[in-house]
């Protein structure tokens, strides 16, 4: 009975039986069904496996990171930030990336722009959401590559 046969349409009385001779549970599986399904398994280890399939199932989330560089930021800080980041994106999450524009920094945003794109070039991820401008905030996101 513990190999997944069917024993077809048995008496109440014969299928608990059948559950004492092998050392199985009869357990409820169609409570709505005429004649109600029954099986006879290890609940324990039923449990057991339905708890640890709930417990794979859940996805990791992924959250976005923020990364604030400056107007006028040094190649080097550009790099070190970028290793940052692409933590983050190995971790799964998305960065976006900003630079907050002051005065006259509000002239160039070519420059601005071109920053956020050679940050981008220095981690190894995708953009998800292109280079735009609210305010004096230029920002960009970054996605990981598909593996």
Known sequence: MNDGRSAGTVSLDQARYLAAQHELDLVEIGPNASPPIAK??????????????????TKTKTELKEMRLSFRINSHDIATKAKRAKEWLDAGDFVRVYINLRGRENVFPDKAKQTLMDFVSHVDGEVEQAVNQAGKKIQLIVKPKKK
């Open 40 to 57: 006879l398994l290890d609940y324990n280890k039923y449990r057991y496996q339905q708890e640890k399939h709930a417990r794979g199932s």
